[in-house]
């Protein structure tokens, strides 16, 4: 049986990308792209699908680079599309990068953004296959940094600074765990509906901040046939819950600081 294993990293391995010769300028850009995410979809999920015309030094035409989360996924799809003309009359040419990937990128693992960590979910396990909870989201300004100097346009300079620490649970495999984060911003202060705005973005901001630091303790195993498996990994970048009442121990880079203690005050 073959088995793949996906993280929510960005991929930056060449051995997940395809390059695609010889479209034809039958369709426009827009469709060519539709076309084309219609077919490599089918053999996982794209983390980047770029459609660009062809130099002028070149036949009227298109090509294409497609990057996957997963190599054998990657691998599978040039296997099944090249030499075959999928949306056109004259056949495609798909190839896998040979370009070795630098020692700097393969040792880099920089989390996906929000908006891909939940793509790459859903992908896999569904919408109903994960669920996040905030354990506890508050505002961590200290009271001398309320008020600041004069800013521009006449307002005070602010800072504000917001906590979130929220778990991540996939119940149908039942594993779980916990992301932190912190987020700040210094801004001029021109009324309440500045202030009130700041804090909704803030709070909005750290959410998924959090929820990305969660996903990046997140392996999943494809089994084939559909299958998924939820792994979590006890790394030290995870926050660690300490016995401290009210305080929350974070080791993680990717967090504001990559050392701290996350206040987070009861009620």
Same mark, same amino acid.
């Given at each position: 049986?073959?088995?793949?294993?996906?993280?929510?990293?960005?991929?930056?391995?060449?051995?997940?990308?395809?390059?695609?010769?010889?479209?034809?300028?039958?369709?426009?850009?827009?469709?060519?792209?539709?076309?084309?995410?219609?077919?490599?979809?089918?053999?996982?999920?794209?983390?980047?699908? =770029?459609?660009?015309?062809?130099?002028?030094?070149?036949?009227?035409?298109?090509?294409?680079?497609? =990057?996957?989360?997963?190599?054998?996924?990657?691998?599978?799809?040039?296997?099944?599309?090249?030499?075959?003309?999928?949306?056109?009359?004259?056949?495609?040419?798909?190839?896998?990068?040979?370009?070795?990937?630098?020692?700097?990128?393969?040792?880099?693992?920089?989390?996906?953004?929000?908006?891909?960590?939940?793509?790459?979910?859903?992908?896999?396990?569904?919408?109903?296959?994960?669920?996040?909870?905030?354990?506890?989201?508050?505002?961590?300004?200290?009271?001398?940094?309320?008020?600041?100097?004069?800013?521009?346009?006449?307002?005070?300079?602010?800072?504000?600074?917001?906590?979130?620490?929220?778990?991540?649970?996939?119940?149908?495999?039942?594993?779980?765990?916990?992301?932190?984060?912190?987020?700040?911003?210094?801004?001029?202060?021109?009324?309440?509906?500045?202030?009130?705005?700041?804090? #909704?973005?803030?709070? =909005?901001?750290?959410?998924?901040?959090?929820?990305?630091?969660?996903?990046?303790?997140?392996?999943?195993?494809?089994?084939?046939?559909?299958?998924?498996?939820?792994?979590?990994?006890?790394?030290?970048?995870?926050?660690?819950?300490?016995?401290?009442?009210?305080?929350?121990?974070?080791?993680?880079?990717? #967090?504001?600081?990559?050392?701290?203690?996350?206040?987070?005050?009861?009620?």
């Amino acid at each position: 049986m073959e088995v793949d294993f996906l993280e929510f990293v960005v991929p930056v391995e060449n051995n997940k990308t395809l390059f695609v010769w010889d479209i034809q300028p039958s369709l426009t850009e827009a469709e060519i792209y539709d076309r084309l995410c219609g077919v490599f979809s089918s053999f996982g999920p794209l983390y980047l699908l =770029k459609v660009s015309p062809n130099s002028p030094l070149h036949p009227p035409g298109f090509s294409a680079l497609v =990057k996957f989360y997963s190599a054998a996924q990657a691998s599978k799809a040039q296997r099944h599309t090249d030499g075959g003309s999928l949306f056109q009359s004259a056949p495609l040419k798909v190839r896998l990068s040979t370009k070795q990937t630098p020692h700097f990128l393969c040792d880099s693992r920089r989390p996906l953004s929000h908006a891909r960590c939940l793509e790459l979910a859903n992908y896999c396990l569904g919408f109903n296959g994960w669920t996040s909870d905030i354990i506890t989201l508050k505002e961590l300004t200290n009271e001398e940094e309320e008020d600041g100097g004069e800013g521009e346009e006449g307002g005070l300079r602010r800072r504000l600074r917001f906590g979130c620490l929220l778990q991540l649970s996939f119940p149908r495999h039942r594993q779980t765990t916990r992301g932190a984060a912190v987020v700040e911003d210094t801004f001029t202060c021109t009324g309440p509906d500045v202030l009130l705005q700041k804090r #909704c973005f803030l709070q =909005k901001r750290v959410r998924e901040k959090a929820l990305v630091q969660a996903f990046t303790t997140v392996l999943l195993i494809l089994l084939g046939h559909g299958k998924v498996m939820v792994e979590v990994r006890q790394t030290s970048d995870q926050c660690v819950p300490e016995q401290t009442e009210g305080v929350i121990q974070v080791n993680s880079p990717v #967090c504001v600081y990559n050392l701290f203690y996350l206040y987070l005050y009861s009620n």
